[in-house]
């Protein structure tokens, strides 16, 4: 049985452990098999929402010391919505980076 199957697979019986190592396959088996090149304007774009991450992940880290900063809650949950659509617009960037390489297609 596969990683997959293994992370996917409910015994409607018994409740399963959650399969960390396989969801994270799953999620990671993009079907990055292709040699990517990026123009410009998309480096350009993966490289916002890599420092936007970068500027949210350095707020949330700083709030842990909560003598020095303090969230509310509802501040704290949306920076963590932020990373969320951050990373996920660059998986975005590079989903169709590959979809085009696939294709053979550079721009």
Known sequence: MTTQNNALQMDQDEPQPLDLHGLYNLQTEEGYDRCVTLPPFVAQSLAMHLRGIDAVVSVLSA???????????????????AVDALSSG???I??????????????
């Open 63 to 81: 709030a842990r010391d909560t003598e020095a900063l303090k969230l509310s809650d509802w501040m704290s949950g949306g920076l963590i919505d």
């Open 90 to 92: 660059a998986r975005d």
């Open 94 to 107: 590079l989903y169709q980076a590959a979809q085009r390489a696939r294709k053979g297609d550079t721009a």
